[in-house]
């Protein structure tokens, strides 16, 4: 459904934010056209405190300010009970970028 929801959005306009709902952790990149990657379709998502931009090349979601996540690791990160199910989502995905970061 998310694939299909930025294919109908790419004739429309070239941003396209997701808020507050949970979304796959990468996005195969077979799936946008030449079209939506030449036109720099920006594609963001924010599950909870965290805005996270999709590269379009690969499928991944990415973070503007890597730093920010290497600061939060350097202190106790946890996931609890008493998270929202948007903020441990938002969580698992810091951890995912952080983890396959270069």
Known sequence: MTINTICFQRTLTAFIRFEGCR????????????????RAINVSWCPFDSVFHLDLQ?????????????????????????????????????????ANHD
């Open 58 to 98: 690969t499928g991944l979601w990415e973070v503007d300010d890597f730093e920010a996540i290497r600061d939060s690791f350097s202190q106790t990160f946890s996931i609890n009970d008493n998270d929202t199910g948007l903020q441990q989502r938002s969580k698992v995905q810091l951890l995912y970028i952080a």
């Open 23 to 38: 979304l796959p952790v990468s996005v195969s990149s077979l799936s946008f056209t030449k079209t939506m990657i030449s």
